[in-house]
């Protein structure tokens, strides 16, 4: 069965802490995606990883860096949180294909940053 | 952006079937029609996806009309479970794309 998961469901944290978010698939997926979801904002793209050590900046990468050391996994890091980084962020694998695969979305975490 | 525009919700009964319509009128020739939902509390899931055809899985069928302008997703049987955030989405389907999600039907089922 396919699976995305991430590190935590629901996460709390203080202005300026350093957060990690986690997300490994088990599908040998070479693509993977970093997501947040607001009101109102559907979702938007923060980054993407096609391969190891590979990365590309999103739609609003800023206040966000990534991390892809192993094919499996790949990290969201805000450096520095500020409240408004507070959101739902998703995780999501695909593999290298013609470019009509479907994304497979991880649950989610939802952080509130106070 | 967002280059589909849905309803903004929807009512179905228990057992009926939910027909979720989406206008794209800006499509290009290369770029494929997708259909995801959102159960609360949980990440998107894929439903099906189609270029010019019709396309039926076990999940849902997918009918795109002949000038590629709209379609529509039919669930046949709705149940509860059905319950959710439908997004309509178009993507080129060469090379990577990303997805980009509007804010979708939300669809209620009722017994």
């Known amino acids: 069965d396919v699976k995305v998961t991430q590190s935590s469901r629901y996460l709390v944290k203080r202005t300026g802490e350093k957060v990690f978010l986690e997300c490994v698939q088990d599908?040998?997926?070479?693509?993977m995606f970093w997501y947040r979801q607001d009101p109102g904002l559907g979702l938007r793209l923060i980054y993407f990883s096609y391969d190891v050590k590979m990365k590309e900046k999103g739609d609003i990468p800023e206040g966000y860096s990534v991390s892809r050391e192993k094919k499996e996994r790949f990290s969201l890091i805000l450096e520095s949180a500020s409240t408004n980084q507070t959101s739902m962020y998703l995780c999501?694998?695909?593999?290298?294909?013609?470019?009509?695969?479907?994304?497979?979305f991880g649950p989610g975490t939802r952080l509130t940053v106070l | 952006d967002a280059k589909t525009t849905q309803p903004p919700s929807m009512d179905c009964a228990e057992g009926r079937a939910a027909n979720l319509p989406c206008n794209h009128s800006?499509?290009?020739?290369?770029?494929?029609v997708y259909w995801y939902r959102q159960i609360h509390s949980q990440g998107p899931q894929y439903i099906i996806h189609g270029l010019k055809n019709n396309e039926t899985n076990e999940m849902a069928s997918l009918i795109i009309t002949e000038d590629r302008k709209s379609s529509t997703l039919i669930l046949p049987h709705a149940t509860l479970r059905d319950t959710a955030v439908y997004y309509c989405i178009v993507r080129v389907g060469e090379g990577f794309q990303k997805l980009v999600f509007g804010t979708g039907t939300r669809l209620l089922v009722s017994p």
């Open positions: 599908m040998d997926h070479e693509n």
């Open positions: 999501a694998s695909s593999p290298r294909g013609a470019g009509d695969d479907e994304q497979f």
């Open positions: 800006t499509i290009s020739g290369n770029e494929y």
